[in-house]
């Protein structure tokens, strides 16, 4: 066997051997070519994730969202806006994160979509908790053991 190809069937043995490990990171998209799209997905535990949606062109936003990914339900608030609509939302993106990333920490009995809700309402405008029957990205990444019954998620084309 001539070397090369022994090389490249001890990487093949290799990577068929070695499990390719998701990150929510993947999740990260622009949208909107370039100027909007969704950000920093994080893996919070306790079946959570959380990620940011924006825009910026000729205005900008942030939504900061956090989704239980076995029951569905999200959180979703809008820390950030400037010339979007007549309102002018001061940036509190990092307060809201803040919180509930020391949520996160906590025991997961108190770490709720209703919890965290309550805490970050007073970091934006638009607070809204909601059940989705969709897979969430982060989720299917995750948490894949529970989707349940909510359609997978998949890239739109």
Known sequence: MNALRFISTCLAGVLAATPLVAS???CDR???????GSGDHRDMGAGKVMWIDWWAQEGVFKDVWLADCKTG???SLRTWEERITERHVIDRTARALRIIERQAEAASAFFTIDRVADLIRKEGVDLTVAAYSN???ACSVAYPAMRGDKTPFEVAQ
Request: glycine share 12%; with cysteine; hydrophobic share 45%.
């Open 24 to 26: 929510v990171g993947m």
């Open 30 to 36: 622009v949208t909107h070519i370039s100027h909007g």
């Open 73 to 75: 339900r999200a959180v």
């Open 135 to 137: 897979e969430f990205c």
